[in-house]
């Protein structure tokens, strides 16, 4: 198990993510640390390379047991991902560990597909929707340099974090 340490928006290389070339033992290793720092973060449905200062096109994404899941395909961790396409644009309210002290609404597509390499070092192609396709855009956000705070839906969306205890 290894933890990395998550950086915050003040922090973060905004700078596009760079192509992983082949998935070897330093991108499996990489998996692992995101995968183990996700379930180590409480609330945490999903994380990006650049978020633990690595700059790579990697993140790992699981919304099992989420309420607002409708489709799961379950814990993964995709390399290079691509959306190929979205529709029906809903705004819902996100959060990220990069931004701990807000949440945001944001518009992201209801359904998406997407095109990634997985573990195996094979392509593959998801079709999803609701909290999982919100999920992955925002992953795939990282990777490109953005947050959330880049997608605010306008004056006002723009909240602190609630703590529930």
Do not use: W
Not at 22 to 49: E, H, K, N, Q, W
């Amino acid at each position: 198990m290894s933890l990395r340490r998550v950086v915050t928006h003040s922090e973060i290389d905004r700078s596009p993510a760079l192509a992983v070339e082949s998935i070897d033992d330093d991108c499996l290793a990489l998996a692992r640390d995101l995968l183990d720092t996700m379930y180590a973060s409480p609330g945490c449905v999903g994380l990006a390379a650049p978020q633990i200062g690595v700059p790579l096109r990697a993140f790992s994404v699981n919304v099992t047991g989420h309420k607002k899941t409708q489709i799961c395909h379950g814990e993964m961790v995709l390399f290079n991902p691509k959306v190929l396409s979205g529709s029906d644009p809903v705004m819902a309210r996100e959060g990220c560990m990069s931004v701990p002290e807000l949440t945001g609404d944001v518009v992201r597509f209801e359904n998406l597909s997407i095109v990634g390499i997985d573990l195996k070092g094979e392509e593959v192609m998801l079709e999803t929707n609701a909290f999982e396709a919100r999920a992955l855009q925002h992953e795939i956000d990282h990777l490109d340099g953005l947050l959330f705070l880049d997608r605010l839906a306008g004056p006002g969306a723009l909240h602190a974090r609630k703590v529930y205890k």
